[in-house]
């Protein structure tokens, strides 16, 4: 394995760990990022279930997006999720950034996450 997924996996590992420490039943919202496409779900720790789910490959989105790999493209995402999130009945979360930076496209998705009505 290269120097630098080892350091990324660490970064993951170091994130979860304290977002899991001060969780407090709370369900986490993960994002993943990729170099095409952003991908977001609300999961709940104590039995792994995904709650609700979003990401700029989904049919609802697949039209209105351009790129998918662009800040819109977050934004849209984030609230596409937070519209199905509260759907599920989940208003608050954790959010788990992995090991992304909280900027750009991720800082694009918590903030139209949170403008959709959920709370972190």
């Given at each position: 394995m290269s120097?630098?997924?080892i350091q990324s996996q660490r970064r993951k590992q170091r994130t979860r760990h304290a977002i899991k420490a001060s969780a407090h039943g709370r369900p986490r919202l993960s994002v993943h990022r990729s170099g095409r496409h952003i991908y977001a779900q609300i999961i709940?720790?104590?039995d792994g279930r995904t709650l609700?789910?979003?990401s700029s490959i989904d049919t609802d989105l697949k039209g209105k997006l351009k790129v998918g790999a662009s800040k819109d493209?977050?934004?849209q995402v984030g609230k596409l999720?937070?519209?199905r999130a509260i759907k599920a009945g989940v208003k608050e979360v954790v959010f788990d950034r992995g090991s992304y930076l909280f900027h750009g496209r991720v800082k694009a998705l918590a903030d139209a996450?949170?403008?959709a009505?959920?709370?972190f």
């Open positions: 120097t630098t997924r709940t720790d104590e609700a789910a979003a493209a977050a934004a999720l937070g519209e996450a949170r403008e009505g959920l709370a």
